[in-house]
């Protein structure tokens, strides 16, 4: 495969044109910018690279943020269509729960579903960010809601394809020893027997159940995501709080897009982890809810509307720094990559 395969662009438009030769370090870090600013980025990776860095970016925030992803799972479970103050709460706040899921489950059980969820971070992120990207190249973020559409698609695509994976990451967070087990537990072995237990009992259909409930979820997270972490960067900046190539740009413009992406994703969050965790009759059917609509009537009428809020700490702790390090590493990897491909475009 040549460079020109893998990256096109014009010199009138390079960002390379005030960098230094190939092999020296520039004096100034710079912060790639790709999706995090408003403006289609004038370089096109090739799309199985692109699809891969964006994939393994998400997969290393994940390493870092899979025991915020188990504490949101259980406390989201937690008094599942009860009343509040009608049951046993074994999960008081983030740093408690994280505490007694340690204490009770080791530190094993803070990394519950982390391969699986490596899995579903690289296929559900590899296809939106690689997918946001092309949205870009095409100029179609351009138009007047052109980047809100662009995530809402890239998100849909990814969370459909990867809603298998999603699946038994919920499963296998929700299990936990019978003194603090909420929600419906599936006693699963592992992974694979969770996979091989699924298909058996419901079939391929099976292994997509309650993807009703993560394609509105991603659609809404990436959609809200990408469209305000470009534009509360473009506004950080502009606004020169810091010096234009700080990091910390990215990091306020993240937490900002966080508390956004917390606010409008943590509802359906709730319902997308109900309907993958509820048990399933002889008919392959739901026992608990019908489908997208009931559950969210049915949050509601019993536990009221913060019921749709449940775990929102740590769905916003967790954002922050997920956002930060996935947006961060994909971005950096990208640079590399042209980096790469353009010293070997002049050799």
Excluded at 10 to 33: I, N
Excluded at 74 to 99: P, T
Excluded at 160 to 186: C, D, M, N, R
Aim: proline residues 5%.
């Amino acid at each position: 495969m040549t460079s020109t395969q893998l990256l096109k662009y014009s010199s009138k438009d390079s960002p390379f044109s005030t960098q230094p030769p190939c092999g020296m370090t520039p004096t100034v870090p710079t912060l790639p910018c790709a999706v995090l600013s408003s403006s289609p980025p004038p370089l096109a990776i090739w799309p199985p690279l692109d699809f891969a860095l964006g994939a393994l970016a998400c997969c290393g925030a994940c390493l870092f943020t899979n025991p915020l992803e188990v504490v949101k799972t259980r406390l989201q479970l937690q008094g599942e269509l009860r009343a509040r103050g009608s049951y046993q709460r074994h999960y008081r706040g983030i740093l408690q729960a994280l505490w007694v899921v340690g204490r009770t489950d080791g530190l094993r059980g803070l990394q519950k579903g982390l391969s699986v969820g490596l899995m579903y971070q690289g296929l559900m992120n590899g296809v939106r960010l690689g997918s946001y990207s092309y949205c870009e190249a095409f100029g179609l973020t351009k138009v007047h809601g052109g980047s809100l559409l662009s995530g809402a698609g890239a998100g849909a695509l990814g969370a459909f394809i990867a809603s298998p994976a999603y699946l038994v990451k919920t499963h296998l967070q929700a299990q936990s020893v019978e003194t603090i087990a909420v929600g419906h537990q599936h006693n699963h072995q592992g992974v694979s027997s969770a996979f091989a237990s699924i298909y058996r009992r419901e079939g391929v259909i099976g292994l997509w159940r309650g993807v009703n409930g993560a394609v509105p979820r991603v659609m809404v997270g990436s959609a809200t995501q990408l469209a305000t972490f470009s534009s509360a960067k473009e506004w950080v900046s502009h606004s020169q709080w810091f010096s234009p190539n700080s990091w910390l740009i990215a990091l306020v413009a993240a937490m900002i897009s966080g508390v956004a992406v917390t606010i409008t994703m943590t509802p359906f969050d709730v319902i997308s982890t109900r309907l993958y965790n509820q048990p399933v009759d002889e008919f392959r059917r739901g026992r608990l809810y019908h489908g997208f609509s009931d559950c969210l009537l049915k949050v509601c009428q019993t536990e009221g509307l913060l019921g749709l809020y449940k775990g929102m700490g740590p769905v916003f702790i967790r954002l922050g720094p997920h956002t930060v390090l996935s947006m961060l590493f994909w971005d950096l990897m990208r640079q590399r990559a042209f980096q790469d491909i353009q010293c070997q475009g002049r050799t």
